[in-house]
């Protein structure tokens, strides 16, 4: 799709790019939802270019919060947009939610990225934990009007941690990352021998984790597979077609089949979401040891 379609670029500046994509209408739903089967069913260009193109003012808006970590706008506004383009190939309408919603956590998500290997050739961290980290620290260092200095006093990397709740180690370590770009991985870190290198965590599962984590998976098919027995044909039928299945039918499709509306089906699938799930978190909680 991002080699088929043409968008404006941010290359006069935000405010002549803001005028360029405002006459772009805006979308109701039924015109959004239209527009998207068009795309889905037909990979209708046209259809792709009126969702995205609609939802350009939102990139834009998300892109000025990444302001602060010092990367151009245009980058910033241009793979936003790429994350826009990723949510309206995967949108699917008839899950009954509109595109701006499903489509903020891929622009969000293209942005995080970019900004990550943007600030280090070295990754800042594969770990959720780390990324969270990166992001937090920024933020209150803008806060503090401390996003140019470099090693942090101590007490301030104390206050931060404890607010953070993480380590003093992992505010230090990831501050010098931040500070330095691609600062050796060999700095020192602290009074001791401990070098940069030494506080990356390994992300990596270790032998019990894997074990523990199988056997939960295990125990959670097993539960799903004992509260569908609690339901009747067609609800297991929906259920399974809906959240179990790699290539989900529509509601549209499944209401043919059983002659009644997509919106029943929508109904259906949700009461009965609602009802595993109740049935899953119990038995989880029956298996917890007493305290």
């Known amino acids: 799709m991002a ?16 005028r360029q994509i405002r006459v772009f ?29 609609s939802h350009l003012r939102l990139v834009a808006k998300i892109a000025m919060g990444y302001r602060h970590y010092g990367l151009p706008l245009a980058d910033l506004v241009a ?27 891929w622009i969000k998500a293209s942005l995080n990225e970019f900004v990550l290997n943007s600030w280090s050739l070295v990754k800042v961290g594969t770990l959720a934990a780390q990324k969270k980290l990166f992001f937090n620290l920024r933020r209150i260092k803008a806060r503090l009007n401390l996003l140019e200095q470099g090693d942090l006093p101590p007490e301030q990397v104390a206050a931060i ?42 992300d990596s599962d270790n ?19 004992r509260a569908l027995l609690g339901l009747n044909e067609r609800e297991r039928d929906i259920f399974v077609q809906r959240r179990l ?38 038995g989880f909680a029956a298996a917890l040891p007493a305290a």
């Open 79 to 105: 793979e936003g947009n790429i994350g826009l383009m990723r949510a309206v190939k995967k949108f699917d309408p008839e899950r009954g939610f509109r595109l701006a919603t499903y489509a903020m956590w």
């Open 161 to 202: 941690a404890r607010e953070l709740d993480v380590g003093e180690d992992d505010v230090v370590a990831m501050n010098r990352r931040m500070s330095g770009r691609d600062a050796s991985l060999n700095i020192p870190v602290g009074e001791g021998a401990s070098e940069l290198q030494d506080l990356i965590a390994d």
């Open 245 to 282: 299945s790699d290539d989900p039918p529509t509601l549209e499709e499944l209401g043919q089949r059983y002659g009644v509306s997509r919106e029943r089906i929508r109904q259906i699938e949700v009461s009965v979401f609602n009802k595993v799930q109740s049935l899953v978190k119990a």
């Open 25 to 53: 209408p805006m979308l109701d739903a039924d015109e959004e939802y239209m527009l998207a089967k068009r795309w889905l069913e037909h990979q209708d260009t046209q259809a792709a270019h009126k969702l995205v193109t």
């Open 3 to 18: 080699n088929t379609l043409t968008l404006p670029v941010v290359d006069g500046g935000l405010a002549a790019y803001l």
């Open 207 to 225: 032998q019990e984790a894997s074990v523990a984590r199988g056997e939960e998976l295990s125990k959670g098919r097993k539960l799903i597979a």
